[in-house]
């Protein structure tokens, strides 16, 4: 996946933010390097520069004492995607002439956490004469469209005789003997 590179400023802030990513999804323990910059754009030096981003981090991401004016301030920031996706949406608060600010000044960019699992159980028939029966319940309990899914028995007999595809929270049940 390409990078993503958000920038917005409020006209009247005077600062400005931005916020990119090396990746926007990935699965459960991937790493997305996200790096923020803020820029001081007003005559005065801005001080107590904090950045938060709550779904990336419990902590603030950036945090910077003294910016002078004309100035920027960058810092990496590395993310391991958990078990569910989350969405980057930072905010600033500073200090500029003793007056506190703050500004939501980075568009919000969704980090999908990708996982691809597929559920089956099996129920077996009562056996007669001609063999047992079986029923094989196949389910998505993913995040993603599973395509060309080809299950074999324990002796690699194929129980669907054409590849199917499964979109996320669907499911699909085979007989087969």
């Known amino acids: 996946m390409g990078g993503v590179t958000s ?14 990513a090396d990746r926007t999804s990935g699965r459960q323990g991937d790493t997305v390097k996200l790096t923020y910059t803020v820029k001081n754009e007003t005559k005065f030096d801005m001080n107590d520069i904090v950045v938060i981003d709550e779904d990336i981090s419990d902590d603030p991401v950036l945090k910077v ?31 500029v002439n003793g007056k506190m600010k703050s500004f939501s000044a980075i568009e919000p960019t969704e980090i999908t956490m990708i996982l691809m699992k597929l559920n089956m159980a ?39 005789l054409q590849p199917f595809s499964l979109s996320a929270g669907d499911a699909i049940t085979f007989s087969y003997q």
């Open 65 to 95: 004492d003294t910016l002078i004016a004309g100035s920027s301030y960058g810092i990496d920031h590395v993310y391991t995607i958990g078990d569910r996706s989350v969405t980057s949406s930072p905010f600033a608060t500073y200090t």
């Open 122 to 160: 099996i129920r077996q028939g009562t056996p007669n004469a001609n063999g047992t029966s079986f029923q094989l319940d196949v389910s998505n309990a993913g995040n993603q469209d599973i395509n060309d899914i080809t299950i074999r028995d324990e002796r690699q007999n194929p129980v669907n």
């Open 7 to 20: 920038t917005r400023a409020k006209p009247t802030s005077k600062a400005a933010a931005t916020r990119t």
